[in-house]
């Protein structure tokens, strides 16, 4: 009796593991069928609205920025100890402007013990384009916390040096120093560039020839970055503007630089307070020097001075002697 009882337990405990061995790949196949196929967006449009995409699996396009040390136990599931945390750049983001470099989403994280994904991360370049699949977990401080399953490297990466002279332009255009922006938009045009990168290289371009007066060639470069830019309401504008009234458009302004004190011209140290500058050795009486004592005095000519009687060898009172 108690042999069957045992055989039976027995048979028990195997059918139990394996309905939990074939349960496994069921489950999984139903996240799978829960998320379905990734949806194609773009990384700006996920963190402007994070809630709309949580239990999403999506599939975004951006630039590598590099391993983080962000993780949240307490309102998340990413701990230290699981997932290893690394940052992007969106497609979109001009991250040759420093408030947009300081701006990547710092929240993307992958299991350690996906060791396809992790040998990806860490094999990637600073600025690598690549393609990222993965589902939204959470939403929490405003960005999606993102899981992610997949890491693939495509084409577009942008170098330091395309970085360094779209920043440089960049400054320039705020400084509305147009000719200086020109000649670094052409610096980084010799240089790799993504799509987005080039379409606005081609707007700055066209910015900086409209304000110099050059409308026909700025025109050309505004209709070249409306190609790759569709829609963009900044490169919109700029090429309504130019079509509306191109002479307008051109820059006249000149940046005046306050002289120090001690670089001014010498004579200004001499500036009456009408600020008429007045000759030295002049008087307002007509040119005339001013009456003193030394001008009052006659002129006597020279002194002459007595004549004095050269001392004679002869002592007094000797007697000449007898011829």
């Known amino acids: 009796m108690s042999r069957t009882i045992y055989i039976a337990r027995r048979a028990i405990l195997g059918l139990g593991l394996a309905g939990a061995l074939l349960a496994a790949p069921v489950l999984g196949q139903e996240e799978t069928d829960r998320f379905g196929t990734a949806k194609n967006v773009t990384l700006t449009a996920v963190r402007t609205t994070p809630h709309a995409y949580k239990n999403v699996w999506i599939k975004f396009q951006g630039h590598y920025g590099g391993i983080g040390a962000v993780h949240n136990p307490f309102f998340t599931r990413f701990t230290r100890s699981e997932f290893i945390n690394f940052s992007v750049w969106s497609d979109e983001q001009k991250i040759w402007q420093k408030n947009e470099y300081d701006n990547p989403l710092m929240t993307l994280f992958c299991l350690k013990r996906d060791s396809a994904v992790v040998a990806k991360v860490y094999e990637l370049r600073r600025y690598d384009r690549v ?3 993965g589902v939204v977990r959470n939403a929490f401080n405003s960005e999606p916390w993102i899981e992610v399953s997949e ?11 395309t970085l360094t002279h779209m920043a440089r332009a960049w400054t320039f255009i705020e400084q509305h120093r147009w000719q200086q922006a020109a000649v670094e938009l052409n610096l980084a045009a010799r240089q790799k560039l993504t799509d ?5 290289l081609h707007g700055y371009l066209g910015l900086a020839l409209m304000r110099l007066g050059r409308p026909k060639e700025a025109a050309t470069q505004l209709a070249a970055a409306k190609g790759i830019l569709k829609g963009e309401p900044q490169i919109l504008e700029w090429s309504g503007v130019l079509e509306r009234d191109p002479r307008s458009q051109v820059d006249t302004q000149v940046t005046m630089t306050e002289v120090r004190k001690g ?3 010498l004579w200004e140290a ?4 009408k600020g008429k500058a007045k000759k030295l050795g002049r008087t307002k009486t007509g040119g005339k020097k001013p009456t003193t004592r030394s001008n009052q ?3 006597v000519g020279p002194v002459k001075l007595p004549r004095t009687e050269k001392s004679s060898n002869k002592t007094q009172g000797a007697a000449k002697p007898n011829k």
């Open 263 to 265: 670089e001014r011209p």
């Open 297 to 299: 005095l006659k002129d």
């Open 270 to 273: 001499v500036d009456d307070k």
């Open 131 to 133: 393609e990222i699949v």
């Open 151 to 161: 890491v693939r490297s495509i084409d577009g990466r942008v170098t330091t040096a």
């Open 196 to 200: 987005n990168a080039r379409g606005w």
